[in-house]
């Protein structure tokens, strides 16, 4: 069982920067693995932000490329988020979400079997 914390949230004005972090328990016994992350708003679907897997390939939502960027470091399973020029249309609860096989080619909820509890990102105008 995999299990997965994130950290990094808070309130930022917009235009600022935060980094998120993702620390899974460990995929000690998988060649392959992807980690995500996903965000919700009050009142709107999940939707995905970034995936990566331990080969490093990457993949970003249109609405974050160019301001986001996600990597991930094998040694310490963890998975971060570092976003910049941050507006109003960021805030959300952010989460991390795991799997243990190669990325989809979506970043879809329904592909990924573990996730963090979620951090809040704030972004005032």
């Known amino acids: 069982q995999v299990q997965l914390v994130e950290s990094g949230g808070g309130s930022v004005q917009a235009g600022g920067s935060l980094r998120l972090s993702c620390a899974a328990s460990a995929f000690l016994y998988y060649d392959r693995y992807c980690m995500a992350w996903f965000r919700q708003a009050p009142g709107k679907e999940r939707e995905g932000v970034a995936s990566v897997d331990n080969s490093g390939n990457l993949r970003y939502a249109d609405s974050v490329k160019g301001r986001f960027s996600a990597s991930l470091d094998n040694a310490k399973y963890t998975l971060y988020l570092q976003m910049d020029s941050l507006n109003s249309e960021d805030t959300a609860s952010y989460y991390c979400?795991?799997?243990?096989?190669?990325?989809?080619?979506?970043?879809?909820?329904?592909?990924?079997?573990?996730w963090g509890q979620g951090t809040q990102v704030t972004v005032a105008s």
């Open positions: 979400a795991a799997r243990a096989t190669d990325c989809p080619g979506e970043i879809r909820r329904n592909y990924f079997g573990y």
